[in-house]
């Protein structure tokens, strides 16, 4: 399956993806033929550049509108052929219409265990909250923002004393094993978004 990436930063997770479908030994089933970043400059851009993957800046403050925005990227990303869209770090709602044409085939990495702490401060808001369990999730794009069926997890431990910055980087390291395996139920057919929203294991 031809995958497009939406980043927006440091791309780590962009990374991790990038390892896994390039290594014929984990059989993930997809091909990350285009990544789009809102930003210019960023490290994820390099990541792509480096690995020898096709890249487009589509600046979001050029355009007068989200949906404009999102028209843009939707064009570049069936011009490339891209069949599932993986949202690593890309830091902009999407529109309705967007999330309606990829429904199924749109996926997002969250940094916390989903439904708990949604949102753009996840981390900080587990410290605040005390939890001492937190981790990531990789789910299906809804346009109810990080609602989605789940498709995998994995926990952390929150450990005393933890900031914002231990606890993200533990977070990442378990990001950086769930998305690729998430992408490669998506694109080995294994899993199904049904028509009521839920998932379906096919085998
Ligand atoms: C990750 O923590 C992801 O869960 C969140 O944004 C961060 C992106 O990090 N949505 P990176 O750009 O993949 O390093």
Redesign the pocket.
Known sequence: KKVGVL??????????LIDATQDPTQHIGAEIVLVISNKSG???LKRAERAGIATKVIKHTEFPSRESFDKEMNKELIKAGVEIVC?????RILSADFVKYWKGALI????SLLPSFKGAN?HKDVLKFGARISG?TVHFVEVDIDSGAIIEQASVPVLPNDTEETL?ER??TA??KTFPKALKHLATERIQLKADGTLEWKY
Do not use: D, R, W, Y
């Open positions: 980043i927006s930063g440091s791309g780590t997770n962009l990374q991790a960023v490290e994820g949202l690593a770090g890309f830091m997002n990495i969250h940094p996840a990531c993200q977070v990442k990001e950086h």
